[in-house]
Structures are given as structure tokens and as C-alpha cells.
């Protein structure tokens, strides 16, 4: 018995010793790195601690259900009531960074976290509250919440982001440090940004202007990298599940989520499954631009994969946008695993998959009068994304931090196409797999000096398959094909291969207080290859391509802070875009006009240089932005007339026979210098404690060239206005967003920008009136109707206007009625 006292009594002696080795562990809640420097104390103020350089602070001075305040400048007060399990166990929490504040924290410029006062480049960050609020139907409207991003629609199931005046292949897309882009990003407009699902994501950073330094070849007018959500590992809740459920009437379109994460002392997961149903879309019926017939939809095809109509049909409501439905899964899981204090791995799985996307623009389009496509739909879109990641603290001289990324990416698409009056269809389907590693490392050499720098490498291997088939119909039915016939590929037929290696460097030197300078440097190789089997060609003289290219881009930023509250950012730079499968070997017929592959194209590189002053009222969100730009694009890649000397199939140079039919050939060249210039005005001031407002404008113009005519995708003026309303539990938002008129005369002649999509002035002349001005009311609110449940009411286009945005070949949603709900438990 004495021995069994004695043991009780040593026990209850050494437990506080454990009780106080236990601690908090405070994580940025974008990036998942330590805060050093974080404070923790009581309501009385009587006890506190500091976080140290791993984000760790004790807790052993705080008592069980006593209430802890986590504080940190530029981000969101935090507070939790402790539980004995806290104490005894431990506890991570992460910190989310206030908007738009000189030290809220931007990660995709310097590919590392640093304050926004360190930064000269314009960034805009759609934040994880905004993303519940808004409920964006995919990755390309959630961009689209970014005030100074447009979004271009060709069908329902599109979406293709402008920065600037650049667009597609011009634009870096990226997840969770690994590129989007591949060897077959296109020129014209592009739909790859509606796989990202926006339910997975926690933030999306928007970078205006070059960006090569950081990202390398084709961040010509601006970097888009969308942050995916992460689980927390030794949460105070292991596990916790989350449902929500979307629905609007405009296109009757569902969207179901469903997530759960797991939490536990040494690693955590988050699963995630998606459905999204969209309907055919009803435009807006009232037509304040004066053309009463523009965009209607009288008739449209009633033909898919697997029915059969030989004429086209009546549409009972023309205002109803026939074939602009589909559906959408989304699957994600992301493990995290916490080697030790200083070592963590992750496991990203993202895969997406789609029904056939209807081609809206081109099941419209008339010829003689009459529909020309019975069918024109692309196959389901296919992503599969396998990421790990290791990332690592250390107290090297030269190396404080890093991660390394390894992706995977496996992408299928397809095209299918046939007109009225035939039977046969014709089918291209491309598969790339990408493959690429990232090394990311920083370090502080001290107080004043930090360095970032790394390494890139990525291989793209692309397979194109071309054929076509006579269908076999019984009725309305489809039931079988006849032989495939072999037709010349998308892309080139041989296979087909893109690599590129880079090295890179930035620098940030805090000079004093008031003056920061940031340098950077960046050098990149790319090889090219491309072989088409003589059977597919339709240039006998080009049996192979072999690029290779090299490419030094430079950035110098000086950020320059008069007082607390001003801010002045100069910045030089310049970017580059190598040009890729598709702007070398692609095949492509469109309204007579057939692009043809041209080996002799060359990178296109672009000068930036933008000043921006930044003055933070009396408030630190309060602010007003004004920024301007102006951009020399050297080597400029666009299409022009392109004679193919090896064809002798008609008498005119400029033409051959392709399919039976005589078109004009043109390709890719590199046109010259073309410049292009613009700015914006953003703002945010909030006022009565519950009221706020954020506007931005933004305008470009650019410069003509007399043979090769505009640029593509230079928007005209546009902008937004929002009001929000925030008061316990209830939030609500009106939106107003409108754009200019652009002039005929503006659009480019390489068609990208869509002119024959505009109002119709003369049809017999081919005239047309250019893209009418529009804006558009909206509003949402938001309820948190207890802790764990959410409800959102809003109307879109309040006023039912009928527009389409510049470029777009889809009028966009009439008055739309939005319905919501999330519920976690």
C-alpha cells in the first residue's frame, strides 16, 4: 500500500510537467507556414505568450476553459475556449490574413509568402468567405469575382479568363504550385479553367503583368493560382463534414457538394466529391441595346451523340439558349502527414470529368441561311492531377525553407462535328500527360536581405487521333458506324513532345523602413518536337519540327512607402512565351479559313512597365488603387495568310482542298511589335460599422497595326461596384458590373474576338455593330442561421438584361433566382 501511495503521489507531482510540454501551433491559413512572432493571451490580459520560429507557443500558463485571443498584425483576430484535451494534447489553428492591408499576406509572387508592401505587383485575392458567399458555379466564374478579370463564354460550359488583353496561352494558370498550361493551351479562347473546382478551393491569387521570373513561359499578361483547401492536422475536431447544395433557375443547375476531414495528431485528410448539373441557359429578355433579334434562338438541332434529326427544330422560347447544357464530377483528397516539427508531406488527387460540352457558337451558326452544324460537341473533359509534396524547415545559412512538388497530369479532350444534309462525323481526340517537378527555397541572409529561388522542369507528351465515319440510324436512333477513315489530326500525327527547364532567383532588399527593392532573374530552355505521318500531312515539305529555345527574363520593382498609409510601386519587366504544339503544328478549319502548322515561329517576348500608388485611408482596409501599364509585345505570334507551295489542288496559292471543300490557309507567324497600354482604379472604404464598398474600373487600349490589324482580347471599359452589408450573422451584397461599347473597327482580324457574334447591321454588306455596352444588378445575402448552418438567397440580372460580354458567343444568363445552403457538422 505504501508503495501504491508513493506512485500516486509521483504521478500527480510529474503530470503538470506534461501538461505543460504541450503547446499551440499557429499556421498561415493559405500557405500552411509557421507564424513566428504570433501573440497569445487571456481577456484580462494578465497571461500571455509568443509564438515561436516553428508557430509553436505554450500553453502551460493558461487554465482549462479559459479563453485564449491568438493576434497577429494583418490577420484576423482568433479566440477559443480551451478544453482540458487542448491542454493535455495540443491544438493547430490557423490564421486567416486581412484584404488588401500593406502586410496582408500575397504567396504567388516571389512563389513564398511576403507582406503586400513588399510587393510592387498588382495582386487581387478572392478570399474563402468570398467564395462561400458568391458560390461561383466553376473555376472560371470564381476568377471572374476578381475585379480587372473578364470572362469570354463560348458555350454553357465555358469560360476562358483576360488579363489585360491577353488571354488563353498568354495567361498562366496554376494549382497549388504546379502549371495548368500544356503544350496545347491555345490562342484563342480556352475552357481548362473550369476543372478547377471552387468548393475545393480556399483562396485564388490573381497576379497582374509579366510574371516570368516566378512562372516562367507563357505568364505574358498575368499568373492565376488557385490554392486548394487543406486539411488540419491535430484539429480540435477530428472530424467534421461539410454538405452544400446550390440551385438557380436561368439554367435549372444544380450543384451538390459533399466533404469531409479527418484530423489526427500526426496526419489529417480531406475528401471531397462534386455534381454539377447545368441546364440550357435563358438570356435576359429585355433588349436595352435596341436590337431585337440579336442572339435569339429561333432554331437549333436536336442531334447528340446517340439521337438522330435531320432538320433542325423550332424553338417554342428563342430566349432559351438550346445546347448549352452539361454536367460536371468533381473528386478531390489531400492528405497531409507531419514527419516531425519541422517536415511535412502532402498528397494532392484532384480528377474531373464532364459530359459532352455542346459547342453553342458553332450549333448556330448558319450557312445559306440555314444551321450548318447537326452536331458540334466536345467530348467529355477529362483531368487527372496526382501531386505530392515535401516541404521542410531548417536553419541553414542558405537555406531556411522549401518544398518540392511533383505533378502529374493526364488530360483527354475531343472534338465531334457534323453538318446538316450528312451522315458522317468526324472525331479528334487529344490526350497530354504532363509531367513536371518544381523546387521552391528561401532564405534570410538578415534583417534587410531574403532570397527565394529554385528550379523548374516539365515534359508534355501529346498523342492526336483524327478519323471519321458514316453514322447508321434506324429511325431517330443511332446504332452503329461504318469503317473509320483516317483524317488529318488536331495536332501533329506522329506523336508529338514539349520540355522546358528553368533556373530562377528573386531577391527582396529592404533598404529602410520606407523603401523596398525587389530583383529577379530567371533562365529557360524549352525543346520542342513535333513528326507527322505522311498520310495525315497536309504539307508534304514539313515531315518534323525541332525547336529550341532559350530565354532570360528580368524583373526590377522598387515599392516605395512615403508613411503608413501610401504606398508608391514602380515596376520593369519583361516575360516570354515560347510557342507550343498548338501554335506550331495545329490543323484547324473555321468558317473557310484552315490553320496550318508553320515551323518557323519564334518565342514572343513582352516589356512591361506599370506604376501604381496605393493610399490606405483612415482605416488599414480603407484604400484607394490607381494603377497604369503600358506593354511592347516583341515577336508577337498571330495568324496571317500562309501558302502552303507543295499544293496544287486549286490555281489560287492562297487556297487548297481540305475535306472536299476549298478553303483559305493561314497560320501563326510572328507579326512584329505590337504595344498596348491601360490602368485601373480600385477602391474599398467601409463606413457605419456594417457598411462597405469596393469598385474598380479598368481600360485598355491598344495599338494598330496597318497590315496585321488589332490586337485580340483588348476589352473595353469595364468594372464593378459592390455593396455589403454585415451585421452578426447576416451578410448581403449588391452588385452592379457594366461594360463599354467596343467599335467594329477595334476587333482583330484573326476572329479571335468573335466579331460575327456582335448585332448584324447588313448581311448581305457582312457589316456588324460591334459589341454593345451592358451592366447588370445583382444581389445575394447570406444568413448563418446557428454555428453550423448556412442559407443564400440572391437574384442575378435583376432587370433580365439581354448582353454577352466582349468576345463571347453565349448571351449571358437573364434574371436568375439563386437558392443555398451549407450545413457542417
Known amino acids: 500500500m505504501k508503495f501504491l501511495s508513493k506512485l500516486t503521489i509521483f504521478f500527480l507531482l510529474i503530470s503538470p510537467l506534461f501538461l505543460m510540454a504541450q503547446s499551440i501551433l499557429v499556421l498561415d491559413a493559405a500557405s500552411g507556414d509557421p507564424i513566428e512572432g504570433a501573440a497569445l493571451f487571456n481577456q484580462e490580459k494578465t497571461k500571455s505568450s509568443l509564438t515561436d520560429e516553428n508557430g509553436s507557443a505554450s500553453l502551460s500558463a493558461f487554465l482549462e476553459k479559459e479563453r485564449v485571443y491568438i493576434q497577429y498584425y494583418g490577420y484576423k483576430t482568433l479566440s477559443i475556449q480551451l478544453k482540458l484535451k487542448n491542454i493535455q494534447d495540443g491544438i493547430t489553428i490557423r490564421l486567416e490574413a486581412e484584404e488588401q492591408t500593406l502586410d496582408e499576406v500575397i504567396l504567388s509572387v516571389a512563389r513564398k509568402a511576403s507582406n503586400r508592401k513588399q510587393i510592387a505587383e498588382k495582386v487581387n485575392v478572392v478570399s474563402a468567405s468570398e467564395i462561400k458567399l458568391q458560390r461561383p458555379a466553376n473555376g472560371a466564374d470564381l476568377v471572374g469575382l476578381s475585379p480587372g478579370v473578364r470572362i469570354q463564354k463560348s458555350q454553357g460550359g465555358g469560360g476562358s479568363p483576360v488579363i489585360r488583353g491577353f488571354e488563353a496561352n498568354r495567361l498562366l494558370l496554376v494549382v497549388d504550385g504546379v502549371r495548368m498550361n500544356n503544350a496545347i493551351y491555345r490562342s484563342g479562347h480556352l475552357q481548362n479553367s473550369i476543372t478547377i473546382n471552387p468548393n475545393n478551393i480556399e483562396r485564388v491569387e490573381v497576379v497582374f503583368g509579366s510574371s516570368s521570373v516566378g512562372y516562367g513561359s507563357d505568364a505574358l499578361g498575368g499568373v492565376i493560382h488557385y490554392y486548394t483547401r487543406s486539411p488540419l492536422i491535430n484539429s480540435e475536431k477530428k472530424i467534421s463534414t461539410q454538405v452544400s447544395s446550390d440551385f438557380s433557375t436561368a439554367d435549372n443547375a444544380t450543384i451538390n457538394s459533399f466533404s469531409t476531414e479527418v484530423s489526427f495528431k500526426k496526419w489529417a485528410s480531406l475528401t471531397s466529391i462534386s455534381h454539377s448539373s447545368f441546364g440550357d441557359i435563358r438570356m435576359g429578355k429585355n433588349r436595352t441595346h435596341g436590337y431585337p433579334d440579336w442572339g435569339l434562338t429561333p432554331f437549333y438541332s436536336a442531334n447528340s451523340r446517340s439521337q438522330y434529326s435531320p432538320v433542325p427544330l423550332e424553338n417554342e422560347n428563342p430566349l432559351i439558349q438550346k445546347n448549352t447544357a452539361y454536367d460536371q464530377l468533381d473528386l478531390f483528397q489531400k492528405f497531409l502527414v507531419q514527419i516531425n516539427e519541422k517536415r511535412q508531406l502532402s498528397l494532392n488527387l484532384q480528377y474531373s470529368n464532364s459530359s459532352d460540352i455542346p459547342r453553342y457558337d458553332k450549333l448556330v451558326e448558319t450557312r445559306n441561311g440555314n444551321l450548318r452544324f447537326a452536331e458540334w460537341y466536345y467530348g467529355p473533359q477529362k483531368r487527372l492531377f496526382i501531386s505530392p509534396q515535401y516541404k521542410f524547415f531548417t536553419d541553414k545559412k542558405f537555406l531556411n525553407s522549401g518544398r518540392v512538388t511533383f505533378g502529374y497530369q493526364h488530360l483527354e479532350e475531343s472534338r465531334n462535328s457534323r453538318e446538316f444534309e450528312s451522315l458522317t462525323r468526324e472525331y479528334q ?388 433566382f439563386k437558392i443555398g445552403a451549407n450545413i457542417s457538422f
Do not use: C
Open 429 to 816: 481526340r487529344e490526350k497530354v500527360k504532363v509531367f513536371s517537378l518544381n523546387g521552391d527555397f528561401e532564405f534570410d541572409l538578415d534583417e534587410k536581405h531574403s532570397f527565394s529561388y529554385g528550379f523548374e522542369g516539365t515534359y508534355n507528351k501529346v498523342r492526336s487521333l483524327a478519323y471519321e465515319y458514316d453514322l447508321l440510324i434506324n429511325q431517330n436512333n443511332i446504332e452503329g458506324s461504318s469503317p473509320r477513315l483516317p483524317i488529318p489530326t488536331r495536332y501533329p500525327s506522329a506523336k508529338s513532345s514539349y520540355g522546358s527547364f528553368a533556373l530562377f532567383i528573386n531577391w527582396v532588399w529592404d533598404l529602410n523602413e520606407k523603401l523596398t527593392l525587389n530583383a529577379g532573374a530567371r533562365i529557360t530552355t524549352t525543346r520542342l518536337a513535333a513528326r507527322w505521318k505522311e498520310s495525315y500531312n497536309i504539307n508534304s515539305l514539313i515531315s518534323e519540327v525541332n525547336l529550341n529555345n532559350e530565354a532570360l527574363t528580368e524583373t526590377l520593382a522598387l515599392t516605395y512607402r512615403p508613411s503608413e498609409k501610401k504606398q508608391w510601386n514602380v515596376i520593369v519587366s519583361n516575360g516570354f512565351r515560347n510557342p507550343n504544339i498548338d501554335d506550331v503544328g495545329k490543323i484547324r478549319e473555321n468558317k473557310g479559313i484552315l490553320v496550318v502548322p508553320n515551323p518557323f515561329l519564334f518565342p514572343e517576348y513582352a516589356y512591361n512597365f506599370e506604376l501604381g500608388f496605393t493610399n490606405y485611408l483612415n482605416l488599414p482596409k480603407n484604400y484607394i488603387s490607381i494603377r497604369g501599364f503600358t506593354t511592347l509585345i516583341s515577336r508577337h505570334i498571330g495568324r496571317d495568310n500562309y501558302v502552303i507551295f507543295a499544293d496544287n489542288t486549286t490555281p489560287d496559292m492562297n487556297t487548297i482542298l481540305y475535306q472536299g471543300k476549298e478553303v483559305e490557309t493561314f497560320a501563326n507567324i510572328n507579326s512584329g511589335d505590337r504595344y498596348l497600354f491601360g490602368g485601373s482604379i480600385d477602391g474599398y472604404y467601409s463606413f457605419l460599422d456594417s457598411f462597405s464598398i469596393l469598385a474598380n474600373v479598368s481600360f485598355i487600349e491598344a495599338g494598330k497595326n496597318k497590315r496585321y490589324g488589332p490586337l485580340p482580347s483588348v476589352s473595353p471599359i469595364f468594372g464593378n461596384l459592390l455593396l455589403n452589408y454585415q451585421k452578426q450573422a447576416w451578410i448581403a451584397s449588391l452588385r452592379f458590373q457594366f461594360s463599354g461599347s467596343k467599335n467594329p473597327d477595334t476587333y482583330s482580324i484573326g476572329g479571335e474576338d468573335g466579331l460575327e457574334e456582335t448585332p448584324l447591321i447588313s448581311e448581305n454588306l457582312g457589316i456588324y455593330a460591334g459589341s454593345p455596352a451592358w451592366n447588370d444588378l445583382s444581389f445575394l445575402t447570406q444568413y448563418n442561421w446557428k454555428e453550423n448552418i448556412t442559407f443564400r438567397l440572391g437574384i442575378d440580372n435583376i432587370f433580365d438584361i439581354h448582353y454577352r460580354s466582349f468576345a463571347s458567343g453565349v448571351s449571358a444568363p437573364g434574371r436568375n
